[in-house]
C-alpha cells in the first residue's frame, strides 16, 4: 500500500483505467496477459487475475489471429467490476458460441473462446465502432466481459 500522502495512492473502490495497444503479433498476447497481472496485482485485485488473464488472452489472441491490424486492451476498474475489452479492426461481430446443446470437442484447438468468455465472466458483449470514432480507435469493434469482485 502506498504511504499516506502519495498522489498515487487509490482507493479499493476508486475507478481506474489502463489501455495496452497491441501489435498484430502473437508475442502480444503473452505481453497483455503479463501486464494484466501485473496491474491487478498493484491494485490488490489478485482474486480476479486467473479470471482476467484467461478472458484477456482469448479476446486479445481473437484480435490478433482474426485481423490484419493492430488491436488494444483495455482494462477498467469500478468497483464491484473489471471490464476487459479489446479492441480491433474488424467491424464484424464476434464469431457466435457454439449451441449449449452441442457436444464439445476438446480435441478442437480453436472456437471455443467465446464459450470461456461466456462461462468464466458475469456478462459479454460487443459493439461496433463507425467512423465518427476517435483514434487510435476509428472503426473496428470492442469485445468485452466483465468479472465481479468475489464476496
Keep these: 500500500m502506498p504511504a499516506t500522502g502519495d498522489p498515487t495512492a487509490t482507493t479499493p473502490d476508486e475507478p481506474w483505467t489502463y489501455t495496452l495497444s497491441i ?10 496477459r503479463r501486464t494484466l497481472r501485473l496491474i491487478l496485482t498493484l491494485h490488490d485485485l489478485h482474486h480476479l487475475t486467473d479470471a482476467a488473464e484467461l478472458v484477456a488472452t482469448e479476446l486479445v489472441t481473437n484480435a490478433v489471429r482474426h485481423t490484419k491490424g493492430p488491436a488494444a486492451m483495455r482494462l477498467h476498474w469500478r468497483a ?12 464484424r461481430p464476434p464469431a457466435p458460441a457454439p449451441p449449449a446443446h452441442a457436444t464439445p470437442n476438446p ?5 471455443r473462446g467465446l464459450t470461456l468468455i461466456e462461462e468464466c465472466s458475469d ?12 483514434p487510435p480507435h476509428a472503426n473496428g469493434k470492442f469485445v468485452w466481459c466483465e468479472l465481479a469482485r468475489a464476496a
Design 23 to 32: 501489435p498484430n503479433n502473437p508475442r502480444a498476447v503473452t505481453i497483455a
Design 80 to 91: 464491484p467490476a473489471l471490464r476487459v475489452s479489446v479492441w480491433d479492426t474488424d467491424p
Design 107 to 111: 480435441a478442437l484447438e480453436s472456437g
Design 123 to 134: 456478462s459479454w458483449g460487443w459493439y461496433p465502432l463507425g467512423v465518427a470514432a476517435q
